[in-house]
């Protein structure tokens, strides 16, 4: 809101409801990710997951001001109405499908697994953001970097 120089109630006016910031946050957030960027042709489709994950499970990503909405709402997004869980659910959806996408370029991964490691990922940033060791975070993100690499044959 300081860089929009708007004060709250100028900010909230351009809402109907809180639902509707919701739904245009995720929209915002899943179009202007990384994950959403066109891949360079200069970078295989295994090295661009694993940039992608490097930067998704990473200490500056949990404490960052641009934290992933899939993480930073999951556990509030239930309370909204049914648009904004659609938006949530699309993005949370997109994502798999990019991801299995590249991944499927270089392993055998399934559906199933596209959807345990995106769940895990969130979980772990979303989790992340809660806990104040940052040691115990910088684990956490490790070993989920770990079996995601497992998982996803290696990226």
């Known amino acids: 809101m300081e860089n929009c120089t708007l004060i ?5 006016a351009h809402f109907d409801n809180k ?7 995720v929209k ?5 990710s ?3 960027e066109l891949k360079s042709e200069h970078i ?8 992608l994950l490097d930067v998704y499970l990473s200490i500056d990503h949990v404490k960052g001001e641009r934290a992933c909405p899939l993480a930073f709402l999951a556990t509030d997004i239930v309370t909204q109405d049914n648009d904004a869980k ?18 499927n370029s270089f ?13 895990m990922i969130i979980g772990a940033v979303a989790i992340s953001r809660t806990i104040d060791d940052r040691q115990t975070v910088l ?8 079996e995601v690499s497992r998982i996803l044959g290696g990226v």
């Open 107 to 119: 392993s055998t991964c399934k559906k199933e697994q596209v959807l345990a490691v995106t769940a």
């Open 86 to 103: 659609l938006a949530y659910s699309n993005a949370y959806l997109g994502m798999n499908d990019i991801i299995l996408n590249y991944a």
């Open 34 to 36: 990384k994950l959403a």
């Open 19 to 25: 639902s509707m910031l919701y739904t245009e946050t």
């Open 8 to 12: 709250r109630g100028a900010f909230y």
């Open 139 to 146: 684990t956490l993100l490790s070993s989920c970097r770990t």
């Open 44 to 51: 295989s489709d295994k090295q661009w997951i694993t940039q």
């Open 28 to 32: 915002y957030a899943a179009s202007s």
